[in-house]
Every structure is written in structure tokens, then in C-alpha cells.
């Protein structure tokens, strides 16, 4: 049981790698970008790859009417998801002291991995359908009006994860390293749990 | 099966590639070819001669990257047309739109080349330039005063300390008005050791040795052990004024100059030699506020070298000798007596015995003479006609270029014995191997400038390009790999490998550091401001348009200054600037820069204006219109963009 609430707080402890790292990424390449443009999205603001590279997406946006990128300010969820991660974080980590301590039961593991995983389809929810108004809410005196087969206008909508062309730019969008961490760290949290199971399980048949 | 056959055969042939004989081997082809989207390993700074300017090359493909304006106006980008640029090309004689660039050479650490700048000279007015390698812009150029045909340069010793400019012209020193025909005794020959910040590169002549009236034609700096000293090749010891070609040729030997310039500097900073007033231009580009300063040095530092014992030497060189050439360790000076079968090489010890011994055939002008055979090293017997240049490959080797013979020889140091010897199409001037001028050549590549080039390409005409043909040397015989044409003269050239300048090669200037006092950093920044007959127009580029593009307000008999900043933070995003009648050159601005056009109109009119650069697919839209009125109108300055103006 020990084990496990270590891992658990272990678990916890690793969603704090996303105040350092980026959570997601989405890279633009192009034949006139073969160093690929980029954005890092962090829980606390979207920045550039490289120094100039939202201006230059800006830049290139404008064509096709896209707004800018948003500021940190400009979207409630870059205040509200750092308090989130903090607080799920330690949450997780008194839960595991708790476990540590035989106070709580290892099913409080898995509790915080189902709320948890709420959250992150909530959040990956809220983020899609950013992405959707981003590619999709468009300038009607755009330059260039691109439109589908059936006549509707194109959406420059890039994708939730994996690969998309869009007109020339090849478009990548994947977690980054504060993603994975979390997804490690929310892993173990689950292992915690089997291993806290487990545990349990063989004292109760001993 | 068949993919095992492809491996068996692959793997055969990287063997055959191996040794000497195999057929690969002997693909000169594969050699110099480098592949669409990958680099060369070497860049080669070739110098433009009369262009002016410098060409930058890739090796081994002898493909042009770019050519950087120096000495020479340049409508390409504006250099020298603009108000940012046009105080590069100021001198004392005025502003001279044009050039003769000669010897580049790159700076160097501790005997190293470390590709932080490209010096050069120019001959007809004489100058040094300073390039910087991480914009590939002339950042800086100082007039030489006192010094005419400015040929013995541009060389840097081997920590840069200094970056030496001898003259090929002696003249009267002070200027003065005298006649020609009493040349000899009263002319003479300045010799400039410019000193080099270390952080900035910023010149500063330190002092001028004037020398007796010969001609100094080449020179290079000691290394290693002979570092201090400095070598300069005279001809026309004989001070002849008038058709030199006879006259100056009938000594059976010249000399080579050597100058310990570490005793002369000691003497110097010790406040030594005077103080002489001079008129010569100090111009200085900003990378930040992207615009040159031009100010007049009103003095220098002359030093008589008979002031300063054991300061200099004469060592006799047969023949009007031309290059002047250290190998790698400091040991050897070649003389390559342009007139003489031979090729002369002293050695530094031997001369330095002899000045201890002082063993002196006689003086000049109060400067010692050496004993020739004193200062012998040794003597390549008969190597070709006409010696010019020698460079060095590091592995004891020496490579001389033969004007008349047209071809280049390849021999021992030491043994003095020529090894292989190649043809050049056709008379070819100067050689460079990579790191040539240092202590560390990187003896992979040589390539011949070759004066004369006939038959070698598709005939464009009577003129046509000069050429320049790659050599392999990385085996015991050459073998010539490339023959690339180079624009203008290539006198000379400086080359190194690619790895140090390509990292540090600048993408872009930031906006954010752009003090340009007449920058508009955004939209919101820019105006038209009028002051008095002057209209100054503070203007942004970025795709795909001009803002302002609607101006209006200007009269006939205004001067009216465009301001043009690219606000584009973006690699190889450039826009140009060009408005219809301009009697002047476009702008072409590179990302976060500003540049500077004046226009005087002289017609009444609505004249466009365009980006000259195709910068983006709605590059065509990107243009403007600026109203010209009667000079006596009272058309209101006005400026708009996105709006009809009012």
C-alpha cells in the first residue's frame, strides 16, 4: 500500500511539468516553410516555436481572414486551467499522503483518475472547439475565400492531434512534453490503484 | 533476389570508391556535385576586382550565393543610393561611386581562421572594408591616406591585431604639387597597420611606416614563430617615374620588406613617430540604427623606419617579385620574382641570424640590406614562367601560380622539388586553398583566378566573365574538378569551411532593435511630416502591402525622403520600393530594417509606386499612389490606407 501512494503522489506530482513544458503542439510546414512554423500551446498562453513564429502565422493568416492568435488574456482558460492543474495536482498528492497514511482507501485513486480524465475530455472538448472557431470563424472580406466542393467555406481548422493538409501547409498537432508527462503521471495514478488493488486483494485472501 | 544483387553491387562499388584505381574514383562529376537542397562544405569570398564588390561561392559546386556591395554602388539593393548607405562610399575626394577590390581575407584567432569578417582593399581610392559574416553587409570602410594604389592588402596578422594596407604607388607625402621627373628620393611609400577592435572589428589606423619610393606590391603577415613581423614585396627599387614596364625591370633584384611591426608598435605606444594632419574618411553602417556615418579623420601617426633600429629590413628577391607568401609555420617566405625563372624562398630563422650577425650587404635610404644567400632557404629551379602567387595545403606543400606558363605547380617544402604541375584556362593570377592566409589550411580544395578566359564557356561577346577553374588536391597529384565563371575580376579570394559562418549567419534584423530615428515600427507609427520643402514619409511594408499607399500633398520642388521599414519578422521576406521617374535606385529591405529613398518630383502627376520584390501571392496588389501638385497648389498633406482618402 505504501507503494502505491507513492506512485500516486508520484503520479500527482508529474501534471506540475506543465507549468515548465508545453501541453500541445501543432507545427505549420510549407514548401516556403521548410523550417516548419509553430505554436506551443501551454496551460497558460500559446507561444511561438520560434521567436517570431505567431507573428508570422498571423501574418499568413490574414489572408484567408483568420483572427490572431488569442493572448493569455483573451481566453478565460488560460486563467482558469494553471488553477485546475494545481489543484487536481494536489489533490492527488493529499490522496496519496492520506493513502500513505491509512486514512483514505486505494479507491480514492481511481476516483481522482476518473475526475481527472473528466476534466481532460472537458478541456480537450473546450480546446476543439477553439480549434473549430479559429479555423472556421472567418473574415467575409477575407483575401483568399477557399470554399468546399459543396460550397461552403473552407475551415482552416487544424487537427485535434495527428496530420492535416490544409491549402499548402502541412499541419502536425500532437501533445508536447507537459501532455505527456500528464498522461504518464495520470497513467501511474491508475496503476497506483490496480497496485493498491492489488495489495488489498492479498491481505484480504491471507 | 534482387535486392540482395543491388546490395552485393552497392557494397562492391564502395569498395572499388576506396582505393585509387576504381571507377568511381575518377568521378569528377560526383565530386563537385551537390545535391538540389544540400550545402557546400566550404565557402569561397571571391573578390570582384573592378566590380568593387565581393561574391560570395559555394564549394565544390562554384555556385553564386550572393554578392555583398562594397566599394561599388549596387541598384540591386540600394547600396550607396540610399541615404542609410551613401556615407559608405564618402572619401576625402568626395563620394566615388565605384571601386577596385583586390584581396579579401578573413579574420583569424590565434592563427585560425575564425570567419567573424571579411577585410578588403580597394586600389584606386585607397580603402579597407570590413564585411560582417553574420549579415554578409559592409560594415565598415576606411580611407587610407598617404597610400596610392592600395595593393599590398588587405592582410590580417594572425590574431587580427591588425589588418596592413602597403601601397603599390609611392607619392609625394605629404601631397604636393612637384614635378614627376624628381620622383626618385622624393616620393614615397606608406605602409598602414590598421588596428582591429577585437570585440567590434572597428579599424583604427594605428600608424603609417613611410618607407623609401619603391613599389610595395603584395604582402602577408608572419605566423607562428614569426609572428610580429610583416613581408612586403617591392618592385621599382629602381624609383623610376615613367614607363616602368622597362624601366623598373632592370634590376637584377628588388627586395622583400620585412617590418617587425611588434617593435614599431612598442615604439608607438611608447609615443613614437609623429603626428601628421591628413584628410580620410572613417565610415561606419549601424547594424541597429541601419544607416552609415561618415566622419573626416583629420590626422596619423607617421613613423621614419630609420627612427626605429632593427624595425626593418631589406631582403634582395630576384626580379620584381610579386606575391609575397608565409608558409603555415612562419619558417618560409616566398618570393615569387614575376620576372624570374625561380621561385625564391627565405627562410625567417636564416634572417633573423643574420640581423644578429649584423651581416648587411649595404642600405637603402638608411634601412639594412640582407645578404641574399644569407637569408636563402632554398630555390625551386625552373618551375614555369612568370611566378605569381603560392599558397599552402598544411601538409608541406606549397602551390605557385605561373602567369605566363598558365598553369599551377605543385612542390615540396624543404626539398624544393615540384611534385605535379596542372594547367590553368587560361593566365591565371591568384590561387586559394581554404584557410590559405593562416597558420591551418584546409587542403582539400584549391581553386585558380584566372585572367583570361577565351574558349571556356558559350561566347557572350567581347567581354565576357573571368574564370575560375577547382583543383582536388587532396591527393599527391591535382586534379582539376571545375571550371566556374566569377563576376568581375576575381582577384583574389578568401575561403574557409562552411560549418562557423553558416551557423551564425543572420535570418533576420528584429524589429524590436531596429533605432532607425525615421522607423515606423507598426501601422500606427507611420505619418507624412512636412518641413519646409522636405516631405518625409514614414512607411511600413508587409504582405502584402505599403502603408501609407494613398499620399497626397506633395508639390513639384519638394524633396521628398520614403522611409521604408519591413515590419516582417520572417526569413528571406524582403520587399523593395521603386516609384515611377525615380532618378535614383529602388530599395530593397530586408525584414525589420529601414531604408531611406529621396525623390525630387519634377512633374505634376499621380505616380505609382510597387514592391520590386515578389514577396507573397498578392505581391502584384502591392502598390500605391503619391499625388504630385503644382508647386504653388495648396493641396493638404494626406496619407490612408484601407480608406478612400478625403
Not at chain 1, 475565400?145 to 459543396?150: A, F, G, H, Q, S
Not at chain 2, 575564425?114 to 585607397?126: A, H, L, S, Y
Not at chain 2, 511600413?540 to 499620399?551: A, L, M
Given at each position: 500500500?505504501?507503494?502505491?501512494?507513492?506512485?500516486?503522489?508520484?503520479g500527482?506530482?508529474?501534471?506540475?511539468g506543465?507549468?515548465?513544458?508545453?501541453l500541445?503542439?501543432i507545427?505549420?510546414?510549407?514548401?516556403?516553410?521548410?523550417?516548419p512554423?509553430?505554436m506551443?500551446?501551454?496551460?497558460?498562453?500559446?507561444k511561438g516555436?520560434s521567436?517570431?513564429?505567431?507573428?508570422?502565422?498571423d501574418?499568413?493568416?490574414?489572408?484567408?481572414?483568420m483572427?490572431?492568435i488569442?493572448?493569455?488574456?483573451?481566453?478565460?482558460?488560460?486563467?482558469?486551467?494553471?488553477?485546475?492543474?494545481?489543484g487536481?495536482?494536489?489533490?492527488?498528492?493529499?490522496?496519496?499522503?492520506?493513502?500513505?497514511?491509512?486514512?483514505?482507501s486505494y479507491?480514492?485513486?481511481?476516483?481522482?483518475?476518473?475526475?481527472?480524465?473528466i476534466?481532460?475530455?472537458?478541456?480537450?472538448?473546450?480546446?476543439?472547439?477553439?480549434?473549430?472557431?479559429?479555423?472556421?470563424?472567418?473574415?467575409?472580406?477575407?483575401i483568399i475565400?477557399?470554399?468546399?466542393?459543396?460550397g461552403?467555406p473552407?475551415?482552416?481548422?487544424?487537427?485535434?492531434?495527428?496530420?492535416?493538409?490544409?491549402?499548402n501547409?502541412d499541419?502536425?498537432?500532437?501533445?508536447?512534453?507537459g501532455?505527456?508527462?500528464?498522461?504518464?503521471?495520470?497513467s501511474?495514478?491508475?496503476?497506483?490503484?490496480?497496485?493498491?488493488?492489488?495489495?488489498?486483494?492479498?491481505?484480504?485472501t491471507? | 533476389m534482387?535486392v540482395?544483387?543491388?546490395?552485393?553491387?552497392?557494397?562492391?562499388n564502395?569498395n572499388?570508391?576506396?582505393?585509387k584505381?576504381?571507377?568511381?574514383?575518377?568521378?569528377?562529376?560526383?565530386?563537385?556535385?551537390?545535391?538540389?537542397?544540400?550545402?557546400?562544405?566550404?565557402?569561397?569570398?571571391?573578390?570582384?576586382?573592378?566590380?568593387g564588390?565581393?561574391?560570395v561561392?559555394?564549394?565544390?559546386?562554384?555556385?553564386?550565393?550572393?554578392?555583398?556591395?562594397?566599394f561599388?554602388?549596387?541598384?540591386t539593393?540600394?547600396y550607396?543610393?540610399?541615404?542609410?548607405?551613401?556615407?559608405?562610399?564618402?572619401?576625402?575626394?568626395?563620394?566615388v561611386?565605384?571601386?577596385d577590390?583586390?584581396?579579401?581575407?578573413?579574420?583569424?584567432?590565434?592563427g585560425?581562421l575564425?570567419?567573424?569578417?571579411?577585410?578588403?582593399?580597394?586600389?584606386?581610392?585607397?580603402r579597407i572594408?570590413?564585411i560582417?559574416?553574420?549579415?554578409?553587409?559592409?560594415?565598415?570602410?576606411i580611407?587610407?591616406?598617404?597610400?596610392?594604389?592600395?595593393?599590398?592588402?588587405?592582410?590580417?596578422?594572425?590574431?587580427?591585431?591588425?589588418?596592413v594596407a602597403?601601397?603599390?604607388?609611392?607619392?609625394?607625402i605629404?601631397?604636393?604639387?612637384?614635378?614627376?621627373?624628381?620622383?626618385?628620393?622624393?616620393?614615397?611609400?606608406?605602409?598602414?597597420?590598421?588596428?582591429v577592435?577585437p570585440?567590434t572589428?572597428?579599424?583604427?589606423?594605428k600608424?603609417?611606416?613611410l618607407?623609401?619610393?619603391?613599389?610595395?606590391d603584395l604582402?602577408?603577415?608572419?605566423r607562428g614563430k614569426?609572428?610580429?613581423?610583416?613581408?612586403f614585396?617591392t618592385?621599382?627599387?629602381?624609383?623610376?617615374?615613367?614607363?616602368?614596364?622597362?624601366?623598373?625591370?632592370?634590376?637584377?633584384?628588388d627586395?622583400?620588406a620585412?617590418v617587425?611591426?611588434k617593435?614599431?608598435?612598442?615604439?608607438?605606444n611608447?609615443?613614437?613617430?609623429?603626428?601628421?594632419?591628413?584628410?580620410?574618411?572613417?565610415?561606419?553602417?549601424?547594424?541597429?540604427?541601419?544607416?552609415?556615418?561618415?566622419?573626416?579623420?583629420?590626422e596619423v601617426?607617421?613613423?621614419?623606419?630609420?627612427?626605429?633600429?632593427?624595425a626593418v629590413?631589406?631582403?634582395?628577391?630576384?626580379?620584381?617579385?610579386?606575391?609575397c607568401?608565409?608558409?603555415p609555420?612562419?619558417?618560409?617566405?616566398?618570393?615569387?620574382?614575376?620576372?624570374?625563372?625561380?621561385?625564391?624562398?627565405h627562410?625567417?630563422?636564416?634572417?633573423?641570424?643574420?640581423?644578429?650577425?649584423?651581416?648587411?650587404?649595404?642600405?637603402?635610404?638608411?634601412i639594412?640590406?640582407?645578404?641574399?644567400?644569407d637569408?636563402l632557404?632554398?630555390v625551386?629551379?625552373?618551375?614555369?614562367?612568370?611566378?605569381?602567387?603560392?599558397?599552402?595545403?598544411?601538409?608541406?606543400?606549397?602551390y605557385?601560380?605561373f602567369?605566363?606558363?598558365?598553369?599551377?605547380?605543385?612542390?615540396?617544402?624543404?626539398?624544393?622539388?615540384?611534385?605535379d604541375?596542372?594547367p590553368?584556362?587560361?593566365?591565371?593570377?591568384?590561387?586559394?586553398?581554404?584557410?590559405?592566409?593562416?597558420?591551418k589550411?584546409q587542403?582539400?580544395?584549391?581553386?585558380?583566378?584566372?585572367?583570361?578566359?577565351?574558349?571556356?564557356?558559350?561566347p557572350?561577346?567581347?567581354?565576357?566573365?573571368?574564370?575560375?577553374?577547382?583543383y582536388?588536391?587532396s591527393?599527391d597529384?591535382?586534379e582539376?574538378?571545375?571550371?566556374?565563371p566569377?563576376?568581375?575580376?576575381?582577384?583574389?579570394?578568401?575561403?574557409?569551411?562552411?560549418?562557423?559562418?553558416?551557423?551564425q549567419s543572420?535570418?533576420?534584423?528584429?524589429?524590436?532593435?531596429?533605432?532607425?530615428p525615421?522607423?515606423?515600427?507598426?501601422?500606427a507609427d507611420?505619418?507624412?511630416v512636412?518641413n519646409?520643402?522636405?516631405?518625409?514619409?514614414?512607411m511600413?511594408?508587409?504582405?502584402?502591402?505599403?502603408?501609407?499607399?494613398?499620399?497626397e500633398?506633395v508639390?513639384?520642388?519638394?524633396?521628398?525622403?520614403?522611409?521604408?521599414?519591413?515590419?516582417?519578422?520572417?526569413?528571406?521576406?524582403?520587399?523593395?520600393?521603386?516609384?515611377?521617374?525615380?532618378?535614383?535606385s529602388?530599395?530593397?529591405?530586408m525584414?525589420?530594417q529601414?531604408?531611406?529613398?529621396?525623390?525630387?518630383?519634377?512633374?505634376?502627376?499621380?505616380?505609382?509606386?510597387?514592391?520590386?520584390?515578389?514577396?507573397s501571392?498578392?505581391?502584384?496588389?502591392?502598390q500605391?499612389?503619391?499625388?504630385v501638385?503644382?508647386a504653388?497648389?495648396?493641396?493638404?498633406?494626406k496619407w490612408?490606407?484601407?480608406e478612400d482618402?478625403?
Open positions: 500500500m505504501k507503494k502505491a501512494s507513492i506512485i500516486m503522489i508520484i500527482s506530482l508529474l501534471l506540475l506543465l507549468f515548465k513544458f508545453p500541445w503542439n507545427m505549420l510546414g510549407a514548401p516556403q516553410y521548410p523550417e512554423l509553430g506551443n500551446i501551454h496551460i497558460d498562453g500559446i516555436v521567436e517570431f513564429d505567431l507573428q508570422n502565422i501574418g499568413l493568416n490574414h489572408y484567408i481572414g483572427k490572431t488569442p493572448k493569455a488574456e483573451e481566453m478565460w482558460e488560460f486563467a482558469v486551467f494553471p488553477k485546475v492543474i494545481l487536481m495536482a494536489f489533490l492527488g498528492i493529499i490522496i496519496g499522503l492520506m493513502s500513505f497514511f491509512d486514512k483514505v479507491k480514492f485513486f481511481l476516483g481522482w483518475f476518473i475526475l481527472m480524465s476534466l481532460g475530455v472537458l478541456g480537450m472538448y473546450d480546446f476543439n472547439n477553439w480549434l473549430a472557431d479559429y479555423g472556421g470563424n472567418l473574415d467575409s472580406h477575407a475565400k477557399v470554399t468546399n466542393p459543396d461552403t473552407m475551415s482552416y481548422k487544424p487537427p485535434l492531434i495527428g496530420f492535416k493538409k490544409l491549402l501547409f499541419v502536425t498537432s500532437l501533445p508536447h512534453t501532455g505527456y508527462l500528464m498522461f504518464i503521471g495520470m501511474l495514478t491508475l496503476f497506483a490503484f490496480w497496485l493498491g488493488r492489488k495489495t488489498s486483494l492479498k491481505k484480504t491471507s | 534482387l540482395i544483387l543491388l546490395g552485393f553491387t552497392s557494397c562492391n564502395g572499388q570508391s576506396g582505393g584505381s576504381g571507377a568511381l574514383s575518377n568521378n569528377i562529376a560526383e565530386k563537385v556535385y551537390v545535391a538540389p537542397g544540400e550545402y557546400d562544405s566550404h565557402y569561397a569570398f571571391i573578390s570582384g576586382g573592378y566590380s564588390n565581393v561574391t561561392y559555394g564549394l565544390p559546386s562554384g555556385r553564386m550565393f550572393k554578392e555583398i556591395p562594397v561599388s554602388q549596387f541598384a539593393s540600394g550607396g543610393y540610399s541615404e542609410e548607405t551613401k556615407p559608405m562610399l564618402n572619401t576625402s575626394h568626395g563620394f561611386p565605384w571601386g577590390s583586390h584581396h579579401p581575407d578573413i579574420s583569424q584567432s590565434k585560425e575564425d570567419g567573424r569578417w571579411v577585410f578588403i582593399n580597394e586600389n584606386n581610392t585607397p572594408a570590413r560582417s559574416l553574420t549579415t554578409f553587409e559592409t560594415e565598415e570602410i580611407e587610407v591616406p598617404n597610400s596610392a594604389g592600395n595593393h599590398s592588402s588587405s592582410f590580417v596578422t594572425e590574431n587580427t591585431e591588425y589588418v602597403g601601397t603599390r604607388f609611392s607619392v609625394p605629404p601631397q604636393r604639387d612637384m614635378p614627376i621627373k624628381d620622383y626618385k628620393g622624393n616620393f614615397q611609400g606608406a605602409l598602414s597597420f590598421i588596428s577592435a570585440e572589428g572597428n579599424m583604427d589606423i600608424f603609417q611606416v618607407m623609401p619610393g619603391f613599389n610595395y604582402s602577408h603577415p608572419g614569426s609572428h610580429g613581423w610583416f613581408f614585396t618592385y621599382n627599387t629602381e624609383e623610376a617615374s615613367t614607363l616602368l614596364e622597362v624601366n623598373a625591370s632592370q634590376n637584377d633584384k627586395f622583400i620585412a617587425n611591426w617593435k614599431i608598435e612598442e615604439y608607438v611608447n609615443g613614437g613617430g609623429k603626428m601628421m594632419p591628413a584628410n580620410y574618411a572613417h565610415n561606419l553602417y549601424d547594424e541597429h540604427t541601419h544607416t552609415a556615418t561618415s566622419t573626416m579623420k583629420k601617426r607617421v613613423v621614419n623606419p630609420i627612427d626605429v633600429p632593427g629590413y631589406f631582403i634582395p628577391t630576384p626580379k620584381s617579385p610579386h606575391g607568401d608565409v608558409d609555420s612562419g619558417e618560409y617566405i616566398v618570393g615569387n620574382g614575376k620576372l624570374s625563372a625561380n621561385l625564391t624562398v627562410s625567417f630563422t636564416k634572417m633573423l641570424d643574420a640581423i644578429e650577425k649584423e651581416k648587411f650587404a649595404g642600405e637603402a635610404y638608411g639594412p640590406i640582407l645578404n641574399f644567400e637569408v632557404a632554398g625551386v629551379e625552373q618551375p614555369g614562367l612568370g611566378p605569381l602567387h603560392t599558397e599552402f595545403d598544411g601538409k608541406g606543400n606549397a605557385t601560380t602567369f605566363i606558363s598558365s598553369e599551377v605547380v605543385k612542390w615540396k617544402i624543404g626539398t624544393w622539388e615540384v611534385i604541375r596542372k590553368t584556362y587560361y593566365s591565371v593570377g591568384h590561387l586559394t586553398i581554404p584557410g590559405g592566409n593562416s597558420g589550411p587542403g582539400k580544395y584549391m581553386f585558380a583566378m584566372n585572367k583570361i578566359t577565351k574558349d571556356r564557356y558559350l557572350t561577346g567581347p567581354e565576357m566573365e573571368h574564370s575560375a577553374q577547382l582536388d588536391i591527393g597529384k591535382m582539376l574538378l571545375l571550371d566556374f566569377t563576376h568581375g575580376e576575381p582577384h583574389y579570394a578568401a575561403a574557409m569551411e562552411a560549418s562557423i559562418i553558416k551557423e543572420q535570418k533576420i534584423y528584429k524589429l524590436a532593435d531596429n533605432k532607425h525615421y522607423a515606423a515600427k507598426s501601422d507611420t505619418k507624412v512636412r519646409g520643402n522636405e516631405v518625409h514619409i514614414y511600413t511594408t508587409i504582405r502584402s502591402h505599403f502603408s501609407p499607399d494613398n499620399i500633398g508639390k513639384v520642388g519638394d524633396k521628398v525622403y520614403f522611409h521604408v521599414t519591413n515590419l516582417e519578422q520572417d526569413f528571406d521576406v524582403p520587399h523593395g520600393f521603386a516609384v515611377l521617374g525615380q532618378n535614383n529602388e530599395l530593397l529591405i525584414p525589420g529601414t531604408k531611406s529613398s529621396v525623390w525630387e518630383p519634377k512633374q505634376v502627376g499621380v505616380w505609382p509606386f510597387y514592391c520590386t520584390d515578389f514577396c501571392a498578392l505581391h502584384q496588389e502591392m500605391g499612389y503619391i499625388r501638385s503644382a504653388d497648389s495648396d493641396v493638404p498633406i490612408s490606407l484601407g482618402i478625403e
